[in-house]
């Protein structure tokens, strides 16, 4: 028993959890299946893997400060629809992102403004933001994507490569670096923290709650916008119904990683791997020939796992 | 009850306390803040369980081990925070678990309900035999507080309690609202239900009851019949004689200059014209019943509540607090009573909760130090002489005491010059309490002004230069703590209850 309780407790150390898991899963499928540990599978993983760690490294903010955000697909779906219709209409290709970008930031300050503001609940502001979102990308498109992006300043930040490492991963881990950076060595991620710890004590310590909150989705926003892009520029073309499966994959990513749902504890490292993970068990199973549809069962499980390990762990850390 | 024994830990709570009440009986319980009023009605409806003595009804000998219980020999408890569903109406308030079925259908609980029976039954307590005209279908939220009283009371008319505690009851009553409720325990009185009245107000007890019971310190000090006692003696009893040597004061230091001056400064609904002046070295204390102002006044300057009138000085200059960074800024710190809720932060350590105050301390190149937050943490710890096991102990982990000196290491880190406090030793042991009051000292002699917002006068007495009373909203007194005692101060907050005008929450 007191082995057991030690053990839990080394794991709830933020973040050894899911890499244990990741290893443990990694070998598995390794065995299971000889193609899968070649260099090539594996970059392919994790290249699978950025748009979900783009989202998840906003999800991980928002909800360690004790909030949710349900529209981190919209706003990367409406995002890569605007840098189409950008650059397709003859913009600058890098002032085309740069705005886009920004207007992904200003969706979440919107998010943000609705939470503080009128008080709407995070789950419903959110949700909301992102109907309304996938709404106006099916009104503009009428559902057909858009096409013809074959500007090769475009696609190489969904394609390229510096030297032997993909673009898009290298934007990834430059986010992961300046998300770290905020969440763990700034105020602005301090005071987040914070206010998912308790916000009635932050109120109380000078925090200005609502421009935290605000600051927070924000910057969420513009992270989904940076994903939104890299899939347009992968895709050369804008599909409306982009980005759609981020929100679920997201949140489970941060859960996986040990992010609390109720706030106030966050492992943005540990969304890397989450992210990774739930794109490797996409492939490792594909690879086994199991049908995709259970892919869903499976990470839905992880989930459900994770969560149920959350709550041991911390209440083992607790009892000691 | 006889010989209830209680303890928490090490600490006895209760100790032999026996009280008795007969059926058309109001028994008035009467204590301190500590003294263990709430814990002996608690065990009696069943949420502590008692490690000794027994309890009788009916003279016989009964076990209360839950709420369940106690509701099934006939007690209810009416809280001061009251638990009538907002959304629900009077009607379904009345019922809430107990609702009719139709008749032929059982007590099953997928059964119609009878709307029209509890409408009718509904009807006759609340407008017949309590007199009240609350409107029985609109949601309890648009009712005053009064009403949703009546309420709870109809509810345990309906229950056919036999056995009714009041927890300050009073304590948020218009006056008028409070004669009405008098008369509902008059006339429930008459029909020989028993009722245990807790109050603050002593001159209500003294009109409503018929027995008192006085604790103090765990144990019964004194009982009998009411008119046994005048108010002069109850407070005798209740403040008993024995006044601890644990407080610490820093008698060395001089008072220096005017720090604070606070002038006419008034709030609607919750107090007015309060002026005091708090000098460098010097520690007012506030004391006053609840619901007398105190809390506001000391929240208003810290920016949490916005005063409507009157100005504060600090040092000669006037301020304009707008926020609570504001009044940080201006040299502020507070230190909540609710700590658990207000003040600490669960999830983080202890550096976390020393440094978040004050991050711009441990910034070296545009970001955090992991390195100087730690540094500080555990200077504060070793200054303080904070108990834990490290800078990086989770916060919940510490005792009630340290977590308190945790509080106090986040206000020194931040420089403030006007220490606000309340209720500083709530929830914590005598030692540690010992320890918080050292740590005050050291602030007065770092020469920082320390205002104390306290419900025990005997520790505003130990520690204070001067203590305000307040007492619905104005200071009442204006008492040097050498020179007075806890009688006085407890004269000066009750006296005169009829003036109480407004309601406060």
């Known amino acids: 028993m007191k082995t057991k309780r030690s053990g839990f407790r080394m794991l709830s150390v933020n973040g050894i ?19 899968f540990l070649t260099l090539s599978n594996i970059m392919i993983n994790i290249r699978q893997s950025v748009f979900i760690c783009l989202c998840g490294f906003a999800m991980t903010f928002v909800i360690s400060m004790g909030g949710i955000d349900l529209s981190v697909g919209s706003v990367a779906g409406i995002s890569a629809m605007l840098v189409a219709i950008f650059i397709s209409g003859g913009m600058n290709i890098y002032l085309a ?11 979440g300050a919107i998010n943000g403004l609705l939470v503080t503001k009128l008080h709407i609940a995070y789950f419903l502001a959110t949700l909301g933001v992102s109907e309304v979102l996938r709404g106006l990308i099916y009104v503009y498109t009428k559902g057909v994507p858009i096409y013809g992006l074959r500007y090769q300043e475009f696609t190489w930040f969904g394609q390229g490569y510096m030297g032997v490492v993909p673009v898009p991963i290298i934007i990834t881990l430059l986010l992961l670096g300046l998300s770290c950076y905020l969440f763990y060595k700034t105020k602005m991620g301090r005071y987040a923290v914070s206010i998912g710890s308790n916000e009635e004590a932050a109120k ?17 926003g513009a992270l989904c916008a940076i994903a939104g892009i890299i899939l347009c520029a992968r895709n050369e073309a804008a599909i409306p119904e982009a980005g759609s499966s981020y929100v679920n994959d997201s949140i489970a990513a941060t859960v996986i990683a040990g992010t609390s749902m109720s706030g106030g504890k966050g492992n943005m490292v540990g969304t890397v791997f989450g992210a990774i993970l739930m794109s490797t068990i996409s492939s490792g199973m594909s690879m086994l020939n199991i049908s995709s549809y259970w892919h869903q069962v499976v990470i839905g499980g992880f989930i459900l796992f994770a969560v149920a390990f959350d709550y041991f762990a911390t209440r083992s850390a607790e009892k000691n | 009850m006889r010989d209830i024994v209680k303890s928490f830990g090490p600490v006895n709570v209760l100790d032999k306390v026996s009280i008795r009440l007969e059926r058309g009986q109001v028994l008035g319980l009467i204590g301190e803040n500590g003294a263990g009023k709430s814990t002996l009605i608690k065990i009696l409806c069943g949420i502590y369980t008692k490690d000794a003595g027994d ?15 106690a509701q099934r020999l006939g007690i209810s408890t009416i809280y001061q925070e009251l638990s009538v569903m907002p959304h629900l109406s009077a009607v379904q308030n009345i019922f809430i678990n107990r609702e009719l079925t139709a008749a032929h259908t059982g007590r099953c609980f997928l059964a119609p309900l009878s709307e029209k029976r509890m409408q009718e039954i509904a009807e006759r307590i609340l407008h017949k035999e309590l007199e009240t005209n609350i409107p029985l279908d609109k949601p309890a939220r648009l009712l005053t507080l009064a009403q949703k009283q009546m309420i709870e009371i109809a509810r345990t008319v309906y229950a056919d309690t036999q056995l009714i505690i009041m927890d300050e009851p009073t304590a948020s009553l218009q006056a008028k609202e409070r004669e009405e409720l008098f008369k509902v325990i008059r006339d429930l009185r008459s029909r020989g239900k028993a009722i245990i009245f807790i109050s603050h107000h002593l001159d209500e007890l003294m009109e409503i009851c018929d027995q008192i019971a006085i604790l103090r310190d765990g144990h019964k000090v004194a009982d009998g019949s009411v008119q046994d006692f005048s108010i002069e ?3 005798t009893y209740m403040v008993g004689r024995s006044l601890d040597t644990q407080f610490v004061k820093a008698a060395d230091v001089q008072i220096g200059r005017e720090l604070l001056k606070v002038e006419h400064l008034g709030k609607k609904g919750a107090f007015s014209d309060v002026s005091f002046t708090l000098h460098e070295s010097e520690i007012i204390g506030i004391v006053g019943l609840e619901g007398c102002g105190k809390n506001e006044v000391i929240r208003s300057l810290f920016g ?22 504001d009044a940080m800024n201006h040299g502020f710190a507070f230190v909540p009573s609710e700590r658990k809720v207000e003040g600490l932060f669960p999830r983080q350590d202890l550096a976390w909760n020393t440094t ?20 500080y943490a555990g200077e504060y710890m070793r200054q303080l002489h904070t108990k834990a096991v490290g800078p990086k102990q989770n916060i919940n982990r510490l005792s009630g005491g340290n977590q308190q000196k945790v509080m106090f290491a986040r206000w020194i880190m931040t420089d403030a010059d006007v220490f606000l406090l309340e209720e500083p030793t709530r929830g914590i042991d005598v030692n540690a309490k010992t320890e918080v009051y050292a740590a005050i000292a050291d ?11 306290s419900s025990e006068e005997e520790e505003v007495l130990g520690i204070c230069d001067r203590i305000l009373v307040m007492r619905d909203g104005c200071i009442s007194a204006d008492l040097k703590a050498g020179e007075t005692d806890t009688a006085e101060i407890k004269r000066y907050s009750v006296k005169n209850v009829q003036g109480q005008g407004e309601t406060r929450q």
Not at chain 1, 20 to 33: E, P, T
Not at chain 1, 97 to 107: C, E, H, M, T
Not at chain 2, 443 to 453: D, E, F, N, T
């Open chain 2, 55 to 69: 309890i009788y009804w009916d003279g016989k000998k009964v076990g209360i081990t839950d709420a369940m219980s």
């Open chain 2, 304 to 325: 949490i509540l916005k005063p409507d009138e009157g100005k504060v000085e600090l040092r000669g200059t006037r301020l304009k607090t707008r926020d609570v960074k």
């Open chain 1, 97 to 107: 992102i740069l705005l886009v970008i920004v207007i992904g930031g200003v969706i």
């Open chain 1, 17 to 35: 959890g899911i890499v244990i898991i990741y290893i443990a899963v990694f070998l598995l499928l390794g065995i299971a299946c000889p193609n």
């Open chain 1, 204 to 220: 109380l310590v000078g925090i200005h709650v609502d421009r935290v909150k605000i600051l927070v989705m924000s910057y969420a």
């Open chain 2, 443 to 453: 602030c007065v002699r770092a020469g920082k002004g320390v205002v104390v917002v």
């Open chain 2, 233 to 235: 003696k109850i407070i």
């Open chain 2, 356 to 375: 978040i105050a004050s991050l711009d301390k441990i910034r070296a190149f545009g970001s955090l130090s992991h390195k100087m937050e730690m540094q």
